[in-house]
């Protein structure tokens, strides 16, 4: 058993008494009440748990706690910027994405990292990085929208300008 301390949602948090190989996913929801991040299988196959590590997609469930030490943790309670929702967030409300909801924290946390690494992915792009975050209500296609809709209005504010024939578009989603 050991202590550490963590960097979670930009505030340093200390973990008493816990054993070395806790999942990060454990410490979230049962040492800091994080429920947001779900625990879906357990074993790295779902998405549920999915937290970004230093900028980067991770599944929660599978990173001890002895690992993370040093580095930055985001989890969707820390995702909006103060009062102002992401523009995930936004667009998965915009267009009702959840059913159940139980995916969804780790179907946006995945969303969001790629996005913050790739501004301007391809409908290809956007389907290989989610392609492991299931979601047993079947929202896919909401979910893809949603995230086709934030990365054209980025590719927008990027190069000012939208061309739904090389670069992003809904249409795309209806062929
Ligand atoms: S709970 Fe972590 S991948 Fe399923
Ligand atoms: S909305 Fe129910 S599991 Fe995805």
């Given at each position: 058993m050991a202590s550490y301390q963590l960097k979670i949602n930009g505030e340093q948090v200390f973990i008493d008494?816990?054993?070395?190989?806790?999942?990060l996913l454990w410490v979230l929801r049962?040492?800091?009440?994080?429920?947001?991040?779900k625990f879906g299988c357990?074993?790295?196959?779902?998405?549920?748990c999915t937290v970004h590590v230093d900028g980067k997609a991770v599944r929660s469930c599978l990173?001890?706690?002895?690992?993370?030490?040093g580095q930055s943790i985001t989890t969707i309670e820390g995702l909006a910027n103060g009062d102002e929702l992401h523009p995930l967030q936004q667009a998965w409300i915009d267009q009702d994405v959840?059913?159940?909801?139980?995916c969804q924290a780790g179907q946006i946390m995945n969303a969001a990292a790629l996005l913050q690494h790739n501004a301007k992915p391809s409908i290809e792009d956007i389907e290989s990085a989610m392609a492991g975050n299931l979601c047993r209500c079947g929202c896919y296609v909401r979910i893809k929208s949603a995230i086709v809709s934030v990365a054209a209005q980025m590719a927008v504010d990027i190069v000012g300008i939208y061309d739904p024939e090389t670069s992003l578009g809904v249409k795309e989603l209806q062929s």
């Open positions: 008494n816990i054993a070395d190989d806790t999942p049962d040492e800091l009440n994080l429920v947001g991040t357990g074993g790295g196959y779902c998405g549920a990173l001890p706690v002895s690992a993370l030490t959840p059913q159940c909801g139980y």
